[in-house]
């Protein structure tokens, strides 16, 4: 009903006075920058259903779904809108950018496969700067279902291309993580200590020490794992992460066979 009376209004105000039908996309706009998503989610509903066939059409479609998701939190309702861009719009910027919403509201849901034919699509069809996330994204979501190996051979695949020189550390980051979960343990030492051994001024290299202290514990090496988590609390005083392991290992450790004080 409310879209009824929307569109006879757009339609009395062309009527009446003359104006540019692209009017009502360019005030959808300028609502979106004020904060007022309803009337804005409106405007472009109403743009689209009126004229199509516009160049701003593609983008008014997008933009239901980006309000309906990022604003409104409905993510259902925004995954229908993002469908129609890819279906009415399939050749426009726009059914790039529903996509990779697509991929990342699967992947919330916890429907990973759906997010990685997303990405797989945007591998081959999306934006050339952006395709070494694509294909770390598709790695996360193969973790997500514990398929180390196949996450292992994108994120490998990803080390030989030509990549921005900041991505690498977190890329090994999850490979040792990978090695982790698999239960690989020495192999994702290995890992840890080549990102502990190159990349210090990284964030990533405090989140190594924290792997390694944990693959440690579960080798059984948990001297070495309360050395090393130990200097971390002295570097990082304010981790309570860093302080609950320490505590952990230390109860491990005294129930240990051949402990002494």
């Known amino acids: 009903m409310r879209r009824a009376l929307y569109i006879?209004?757009?339609?009395?105000?062309?009527?009446?006075?003359?104006?540019?039908?692209?009017?009502?996309?360019?005030?959808?706009?300028?609502?979106?920058?004020?904060?007022?998503?309803h009337k804005?989610?409106?405007?472009?509903?109403?743009?689209?259903?009126?004229?199509?066939?516009?160049?701003?059409?593609?983008?008014?479609?997008?933009?239901?779904?980006?309000?309906l998701s990022h604003h409104l939190s409905r993510p259902e309702e925004a995954m229908d809108a993002y469908a129609m861009v890819v279906n009415l719009y399939p050749e426009s910027y726009y059914t790039i950018k529903a996509r990779e919403d697509m991929a990342r509201l699967y992947s919330l849901r916890a429907d990973h496969r759906a997010a990685i034919t997303q990405y797989d699509w945007l591998m081959e069809k999306g934006i050339k700067e952006k395709k070494p996330r694509y294909r770390y994204n598709m790695a996360l979501e193969?973790?997500?279902?514990?398929?180390?190996?196949?996450?292992?051979?994108?994120?490998?695949e990803?080390?030989?291309?030509?990549?921005?020189?900041t991505m690498v550390p977190q890329l090994l980051y999850q490979i040792a993580?990978?090695?982790?979960?698999?239960?690989?343990?020495?192999?994702?030492?290995?890992?840890?200590?080549?990102?502990?051994?190159?990349?210090?001024?990284?964030?990533?290299?405090?989140?190594?020490?924290?792997?390694?202290?944990?693959?440690?514990?579960?080798?059984?090496?948990?001297?070495?794992?309360?050395g090393l988590l130990t200097e971390l609390e002295r570097e990082y005083p304010d981790s309570d992460t860093v302080k609950i392991r320490i505590n952990s290992t230390r109860k491990r450790l005294k129930k240990a066979p051949g402990f002494s004080r």
């Open 177 to 226: 993580n990978t090695y982790h979960l698999e239960g690989n343990l020495q192999e994702a030492i290995n890992v840890y200590d080549r990102i502990i051994k190159e990349y210090r001024d990284h964030p990533v290299y405090i989140e190594a020490r924290l792997g390694k202290a944990s693959a440690l514990e579960k080798q059984g090496s948990l001297k070495e794992a309360l």
């Open 8 to 37: 006879l209004m757009v339609a009395l105000l062309l009527g009446c006075g003359g104006a540019d039908k692209d009017s009502v996309f360019f005030r959808a706009e300028e609502l979106l920058s004020h904060g007022e998503y």
């Open 158 to 165: 990803l080390l030989k291309d030509d990549i921005p020189p």
């Open 142 to 156: 193969y973790i997500k279902m514990n398929e180390f190996k196949q996450a292992r051979v994108e994120l490998e």
């Open 40 to 67: 804005a989610l409106e405007h472009y509903t109403v743009f689209v259903d009126t004229y199509p066939e516009s160049e701003f059409a593609p983008k008014s479609q997008y933009m239901i779904g980006y309000i």
